[in-house]
């Protein structure tokens, strides 16, 4: 289980079970205290943040979101979309091309999915 804040004029702190990288701090440890949550851009503004069983995700006031933790099944959104021939041809041909992210440990940005 993890906790999550965003008050602290838009600053996000996390803490509870770090596994997958869940809380964003660069690692998997599990955190104790509420600690804050750096982002790669000088100044990110966290407005809203949501926290599932195994990943985070930061909505900012400029509408970026981020995301951190497990992205099994895509479900953070950082795979690189592609149809079921192009995974199979992939598949076939050995294709070393790396196409699917299983966690990150840091906010990362989120591409637009469509």
């Keep these: 289980s993890s906790g999550i804040n965003a008050e602290y004029g838009g600053a ?41 069983s195994d990943g985070t995700m930061f909505l900012t006031e400029d509408g970026t979101l981020y995301a951190c933790g497990s992205n099994r099944y895509n479900k953070l959104g950082l795979n690189k979309r592609k149809g079921f021939l192009l995974t199979m041809k992939a598949i076939f041909y050995n294709n ?19």
Excluded at 23 to 48: K, M, Y
Excluded at 96 to 114: C, R, Y
């Design 12 to 52: 996000a702190f996390t803490w509870g079970c770090g596994s997958d990288g869940r809380l964003g701090h660069g690692t998997n440890i599990d955190r104790v205290l509420p600690t804050p949550v750096q982002f790669n851009e000088e100044s990110v503004a966290v407005q809203r943040v949501r926290c599932g």
């Design 96 to 114: 070393s091309e790396e196409t699917e992210v299983s966690s990150v440990a840091v906010p990362t940005a989120v591409k637009l999915i469509g």
